[in-house]
């Protein structure tokens, strides 16, 4: 269908029906002159076994993203479910969204965060611009679980944690 032929969406119902389909909650991060940066996101999925690759999705009006794409390295940081504070502190404009959280080197140089589930370290393979969104698909490097702990889940909007 061509992009003329799309039928148009209420912008609230498409958000309030995408909602009921849970997420788990990332931060990519990232060094940018020697600053830790960083940016939480919802849109993570991995892509291929062969090349291992992982996708993330930022918005185009993202100020942190042109940071991460100029570094060519990025690492997922797959929270835990007790880390929401540090999700809200990467989802805000914060100048300095590292000043509480305690982060080490990855081996590409990108902020591993403390207490995350796992992470996966990349450098950027290939942006694709899709509508108010890029498709960012990394190359992976190196990954590792941390702990065995459940996910910080967002569902409808809220916070959730995933229970067996």
């Known amino acids: 269908m061509s992009p003329e032929h799309v039928p148009s969406f209420d912008s609230a119902k498409f958000r309030q029906v995408l909602g009921h389909f849970p997420t788990g909650v990332t931060v990519i991060s990232s060094m940018y002159e020697d600053t830790p940066v960083g940016l939480a996101v919802g ?3 991995s892509l291929s076994l062969e090349p291992p690759q992982v996708l993330f999705c930022p918005g185009k009006q993202s100020s942190t993203w042109p940071k ?3 570094s060519g390295a990025f ?9 929401e504070d540090v999700c809200r502190v990467f989802a805000s404009s914060a100048a300095d969204k590292f000043a509480e959280v305690g982060w080490r080197k990855s081996g590409n140089g990108s ?3 403390d207490g995350v589930l796992a992470y ?7 942006v694709v611009e899709a509508g108010d969104h890029y498709v960012v698909i990394g190359a992976v490097h190196d990954l590792e679980v941390r702990h065995e702990g459940g996910p ?3 569902f409808r909007g809220g916070y959730g944690r995933y229970t067996i």
């Open 111 to 113: 902020p591993i965060i």
């Open 120 to 126: 996966v370290d990349c450098t950027v393979a290939d």
């Open 43 to 45: 849109s993570f999925a």
């Open 75 to 83: 690492c997922v940081n797959i929270l835990a479910e007790d880390q």
């Open 68 to 70: 991460i794409q100029q």
């Open 152 to 154: 910080l889940l967002f």
